[in-house]
């Protein structure tokens, strides 16, 4: 069995339909691109692989992460539990409510949550290592930093920090536009993160949703359609606009 099945999985919001009966396996040490159109699905699908449905979606059909049950009829704290397991990007960064809260708040929550313990100090050494180690040196952001007051792009690195990494030896990686509101130094800056997880972590799945083709770590391509998803083995990487990566996969 594959380390992620999902068979004849089909979503609707409301009566719409979604995502039909689609049927794909993925295995550890996969990298795929999930790619679609605005609209297609791609994050309905994410958030269905995670039992993440909201009100007026009805879903059917099979889900399984790791051998687990059918992640699509599983109780919630059964869900959370592997939830908190996966490094989940989401599309949006809601830090709007989140009045007078720090970005290493925003860090110790996300870290505690994987851990499901209560942080020690070495936690919050590590918190302050994980942040100097991958954040941009050109990003004005500091641990004290409120997160409601940061620009989008800063909104994007933190979360980008406390889900992926954070979480550097998760066994599954769903990422949703990681490169979104993000300036082109940092978008090279993240593909290198991205490549340096990977190859930390060589038997992890990752899912990345991204219409920027400059991952060159990519081994297979998923493509919604008409509700339909394809996976292929090819993945396009666009030099254009930032240069030749090095044969491990780096931008300089
Ligand atoms: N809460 C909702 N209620 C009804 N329809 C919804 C809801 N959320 C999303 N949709 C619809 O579901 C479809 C798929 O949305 P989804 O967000 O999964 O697309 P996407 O492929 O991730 O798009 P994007 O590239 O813009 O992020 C869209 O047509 C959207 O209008
Ligand atoms: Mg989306």
């Known amino acids: ?24 396996s993925l295995d550890k040490g996969d990298v795929v691109l999930l790619e679609g159109s605005n609209g297609t699905g791609k994050t309905t699908l994410l958030r269905a692989l995670l039992g993440i449905l909201g009100t007026g979606i009805k879903c059917n059909g099979q889900v399984i992460i790791d051998g687990s049950e059918n992640v699509i009829t599983m109780k919630e704290n059964e869900l959370l539990r592997i939830r908190s397991k996966i490094g989940y990007l989401e599309q949006k960064d809601n830090y709007d409510m989140y009045y007078g809260i720090s970005v290493k708040e925003v860090l110790a929550d996300s870290l505690e949550a994987y851990k499901n313990a209560r942080l020690t100090k070495d936690d919050y050494s590590r918190i302050e290592e994980v942040f100097d180690k991958y954040i941009p ?7 004290k930093s409120k997160v409601n007051k940061l620009s989008g792009g800063q909104q994007r690195i933190v979360s980008i920090i406390a889900s992926l990494c954070l979480r550097t030896d998760a066994k599954f990686f769903i990422i949703d536009e990681p490169l979104n509101n993000l300036d082109i130094n940092t978008i090279v800056h993240i593909s290198n993160i991205l490549n340096s997880i990977r190859i930390e972590n060589p038997e992890a799945l990752f899912i990345i949703v991204s219409h920027c083709k400059i991952f060159p770590f990519i081994n297979k391509v998923a493509t919604i359609n008409d509700g ?25």
């Open 137 to 143: 040196s050109e990003a004005k952001l500091s641990l």
């Open 228 to 252: 339909k998803v394809e996976i292929s083995n090819t993945g396009i990487v666009c030099n254009a606009c930032f240069g030749v990566p090095d044969e491990n996969g780096f931008y300089k």
């Open 1 to 24: 069995m594959s380390f992620l099945e999902v068979r004849d999985l089909s979503i609707k919001h409301s009566d719409t339909s979604i995502i039909s009966e689609a049927s794909f």
